[in-house]
C-alpha cells in the first residue's frame, strides 16, 4: 500500500515561486505513474500535471504549461512540483496521486489514480 505526503505549500506573493513534494512510503514508486491536482474553493478538483514511471514522459495542463514543471526521483521515492509566476488563480489545496502501472505513460484523469495525499494548501496574495 502506498502512502503519499505533500509539503512545500504556504503564502506567496503573485510572481514567486513554490516548490511542491509528494513524498512516498509503504511500497516502491517505480512502477507509478505521479499526478499533481488542485481544488479551489467551489470549484471541482481539476489535474495539472503527471509523469510516467520512468520520468520520460510529462504532460501538463494548458493554464500551467511553462510555468509548472513536474520531476521525480524513485530512489528516494519523491516528486516534485516546481511552480513559478505563480497568479491568484492558482491559490488552491494542491494534491499528489499515484498508480500503478507498467506502461510508462502518464493521465491526469483523476479515475484513474489509487492513491492520494491529503493536500497543501497554495496561497498566493499580496
Known amino acids: 500500500q502506498l502512502q503519499l505526503v505533500e509539503s512545500g505549500g504556504g503564502l506567496v506573493q503573485p510572481g514567486g515561486s513554490l516548490r511542491l513534494s509528494c513524498a512516498a512510503s509503504g511500497s516502491s514508486l517505480d512502477y507509478a505513474y505521479i499526478g499533481w491536482f488542485r481544488q479551489a474553493p467551489g470549484k471541482d478538483r481539476e489535474g495539472i500535471s503527471c509523469?510516467?514511471?520512468?520520468?520520460?514522459?510529462?504532460y501538463y495542463a494548458e493554464f500551467v504549461k511553462g510555468r509548472f514543471t513536474m520531476s521525480r526521483d524513485n530512489g528516494m521515492k519523491i516528486a516534485y512540483l516546481q511552480m513559478n509566476s505563480l497568479e491568484p488563480e492558482d491559490t488552491a489545496v494542491y494534491y499528489c496521486a499515484a498508480r500503478n502501472q507498467l506502461k510508462d505513460t502518464c493521465t491526469t484523469g483523476i479515475g484513474s489514480y489509487e492513491y492520494w495525499g491529503q493536500g497543501t494548501q497554495v496561497t498566493v496574495s499580496s
Open positions: 509523469i510516467s514511471r520512468r520520468g520520460t514522459y510529462t
